[in-house]
């Protein structure tokens, strides 16, 4: 499976990957502002900001569907042009903050663990 299937498999992928990550964060964030008990404190709102976090990421991911290629050391992403809303500028744009969210989503992860690791020491 080479060439334009591979592609378009990937593309289904990932939009079903999408669909599940914004419906799963969205009834999350809704679980976590009704029904969280007020012991959790600022934990809830770290716990917002991870999902809208993951929404938006998931966003990006379905705007720009960056096809990620490997070969030794080497490491390459393909956004195309064809059938997006944006030019190559916009584009430009939104690679950046989609690699920027992936490089962020480290960091958010780390914050996450740290917080939870101060709040049972």
Not at 19 to 41: A, C, D, E, R, V
Request: proline share 3%; aromatic share 18%.
């Amino acid at each position: 499976m080479l060439g334009k299937e591979w592609s378009a498999l990937l593309k289904l992928i990932q939009d079903i990957s999408a669909f599940f990550s914004i419906t799963i964060n969205t009834f999350l964030i809704f679980l976590i502002i009704s029904k969280s008990p007020k012991q959790l404190g600022a934990y809830k709102y770290l716990m917002i900001f991870i999902s809208v976090f993951e929404i938006a990421y998931s966003i990006l991911d379905v705007v720009l569907v960056p096809q990620h290629y490997s070969h030794g050391p080497t490491f390459l992403v393909i956004v195309g042009l064809q059938h997006k809303l944006f030019g190559p500028y916009g584009l430009t744009i939104l690679n950046s903050c989609y690699w920027g969210f992936f490089g962020a989503s480290m960091a958010v992860f780390a914050v996450h663990f740290v917080y939870r690791w101060l709040v049972v020491s």
